[in-house]
């Protein structure tokens, strides 16, 4: 069977067109038109539409194209780290984790650091929750305990420590220069030194986290855009389930 | 002509519910004082500067008096004594605390006459430059007309004061007539005001004295060019609302983010702090000419716009009766509200016109700050334009003051060159393509749109009642507002917080609480 590689689709089959936008620090002439056209080119696209030429002054000028590009991706070269376990409502994890548990689950979840952003927190642990789906606060299986914003690493650690919890949450909004990378590269090194890395999970969130990223950087899990509290409570539950199974 | 028919005695009965919640706050104005207070009037007696370590000479000067309980009379009468008796200009008094050890509360009192005509003439110095500035802002209006209504609002935050003045410039020059810069994200638990220009911070650039000389004089530039006054505006917030406020008055910011309670619920600050400060700051914005703006936004950011949309009603009443407390005039007050109800729900426009029309008839004469959809922004940068054009459209439709434009990136990145202009060519067009449709429409009696405003208004008059009844601080404890559970002598800040004694004396506050008739 003949391999289907992948390629940008937009009004015929595999014809390679992609739509771009981009800022130039150049005068929106014939001049500044073509370092666009050049750029493209030298970006391997083909058939290159500059559509749109808006100035922004400031010798800066905004530009809109098309252009085909000829390059294409083989599915089996795709390899992404996704959480994998099942997605439950709240009903179902409370159940899950009266059944399998047997006990309440603490999280303790925070922004952290200089991050004043609680929006993504919020929306995970708030009562009320987010898009018709309550947070952690108001799931029966949990004891939920969010902290706010910016939390310093080791007010968050010292509290996951006081109530003995089975899951830390960290929620980062601003990227910003990668403060976010520095920031939950710090909260890991602590609990390491502070040997606590291992007695909980420890999982973050934010529209620039993947689950991969959250791997890489020593995290159990990470969840970005368009996760819900049901994905955290759920794989909270399940994988609590899963160790206390193999702990005994 | 579009407009409600509001209630009156509704209207009546919630303004005088928030006037008693307001009102029973004097003995904390007259009795208590705060260390930010206390460097804010060194600042305005002209001291700047800061040690090689970075702290700010104010500081320096209110930490040693702080920590020896001597600012019960006030920093003013402290550092004039200590000028007179070592023969020293502010700065080298607050040098001599780091280098020699001086201990300015030990020294022997200068005769009162001498200390009062030093605290005079500084006084006199200081007022002088800040009436000087509110001239200049007024001679340029006069110069290239008034600013438009709505008013185009942008935010630059690249972290580097000169990046984002370049930024500004660009966008100035396509229509924006009101520039924000970001502060730096952990700026407001700062207590203190970092010094000097920087170039670097994380989701945005610090409030410093010197960024924002850079920035007025890149925007006064900009103004000339293009024969409009562009108005630059920062955050008078957290830690340090009145001295950032005294460093707006200074550099001629036009526009501050001042509002009573924001610190206190999603800052985690004490609130006697944030009531204190905020007296005292929004005196300072008064005297300036300076138009404050408020954070009603944050309560539909972090609960649901529909079901809480009193909220922002109530709040902004709050804000409304502080702010007379502080001299601040109608006019000068953008009571803040935002655009956040879930798109996917039905008539979701018909309730943001229902809330947008409220705001703007409550407070007929303040220039409305109205905040975009955030919330509901996503990666989609497509969905987010096309809400923002809805969101123009109601600004326009309903006259609010200030629309503070969304970004189509908005939860993606901090706006990029071209974001930005996108903003203002969509608000551009929407304001002009509907710029008098409202007066041409009128709402049915009993329209939806009209019951709508009139349960908001119900809701939060009912509400604001209880919290009179109440008392603020028990209300905040109990986490009525947004949810939160603030206690009073809980958050941030309260250490630096003490009493007055008799003989208290704040130069500036005197003088400005008698220029402004309070």
Known sequence: MKKQFIRPYGDTSADGKMQLSFSLPVKPDAHGKEAARLLLKQMGFDDIDVCGMRDLNEGFTHFIAYASTSTAVDPANIKVKVVETAVMDMEETDAFVKEHIGRTLTVVGACIESDAHTVGIDAIMNMKGYSGRFGLERYKSFNAINMGAQVTSEELLARARAENADAILVSQVVTQKNIHIKNLTRLIELAEAERLRDKMLFICGGPRISHELAIELGYDAGFGTGSYSTDVASYIAIVMAERIRKGS | ?518
Not at chain 2, 62 to 81: E, F, P, T, W
Not at chain 2, 161 to 185: L, P
Not at chain 2, 256 to 272: E, T
């Open chain 2, 1 to 518: 002509m579009l407009q409600l028919d509001l209630d009156i005695s509704l209207v009546d009965r919630a303004r005088a519910a928030a006037q008693k919640i307001t009102g029973s706050f004097g003995w904390l104005f007259e009795g208590y004082s705060s260390v930010t207070i206390e460097r804010t009037v060194l600042r305005l007696m002209g001291l700047d500067g800061a040690l090689k370590d970075g702290k700010p000479l104010p500081n320096v000067v209110i930490d040693q008096l702080h920590k020896s309980g001597s600012l019960g009379k006030g920093a003013a009468i402290r550092l004039a004594n200590a000028m007179l008796l070592q023969n020293m200009s502010a700065a080298e008094v607050a040098t001599a605390i780091n280098d020699q050890n001086l201990d300015i509360s030990a020294l022997p009192p200068a005769p009162a006459d001498e200390i009062h005509a030093l605290l005079s003439e500084l006084t006199d110095k200081m007022m002088a430059h800040i009436s000087g500035q509110k001239a200049k802002r007024e001679e340029m209006y006069q110069r290239f007309g008034e600013r438009r209504i709505p008013a185009i609002y942008v935010i630059v935050a690249t972290g580097n004061i000169y990046e984002d003045a370049v930024q500004a410039k660009a966008a100035a020059r396509e229509g924006a007539d009101v520039i924000a810069v970001i502060r730096s994200t952990a700026q407001s638990l700062l207590d203190y005001v970092p010094y000097g220009a920087t170039t670097s911070g994380f989701g945005g650039t610090f409030a410093t004295q010197e960024n924002f000389r850079i920035m007025r004089q890149a925007l006064d530039e900009v103004s000339e060019d293009e024969k409009r006054y562009i108005s630059l505006t920062n955050y008078a917030s957290g830690l340090c609302m009145p001295e950032i406020a005294a460093l707006g008055a200074m550099e001629r910011l036009d526009l501050m983010l001042n509002d009573a309670m924001y610190g206190i619920l999603f800052r985690d600050i004490n609130p006697r702090r944030t009531l204190l400060d905020q007296s005292f700051s929004r005196m300072i914005n008064a005297y300036a000419g300076i138009e404050i703006q408020t954070g009603e936004d944050n309560y539909l950011t972090t609960s649901d716009a529909v079901e809480k949309a009193y909220t922002v009603t109530a709040s902004q009443l709050i804000n409304e009766q502080f702010a007379l407390l502080s001299g601040v005039k109608p006019e000068k007050m953008g009571l803040g509200h935002a655009y956040e109800i879930d798109p996917e729900m039905e008539n979701s426009f018909s309730f943001e016109l229902a809330h947008a029309l409220l705001s703007r008839q409550l407070f007929p004469h303040s220039p409305i700050k109205y905040m975009p959809p955030t919330k509901f922004a996503s990666g989609n940068i497509f969905k987010t334009h096309l809400m923002d054009a809805m969101f123009n459209f109601v600004g326009q439709l309903t006259g609010q003051g200030v629309q503070l434009l969304g970004m189509m990136t908005e939860a993606i990145h901090t706006p990029h060159l071209a974001d930005r202009s996108l903003a203002i060519e969509n608000a551009k067009y929407i304001f002009k393509a509907v710029k008098d449709l409202g007066a041409n429409l009128s709402l049915a009696p009993d329209s939806f749109v009209n019951r709508r405003a009139h349960q908001v208004l119900e809701e939060a008059t009912l509400f604001l009642e209880k919290v009179a009844a109440d008392g603020l601080f028990s209300a905040m404890a109990k986490g009525e507002f947004a949810d939160i559970k603030r206690p009073d002598d809980g958050g941030k800040g309260l250490d630096g917080v003490f009493a007055k004694d008799e003989d208290y004396y704040n130069p500036f506050r005197e003088r400005m609480m008698k220029e402004l008739k309070i």
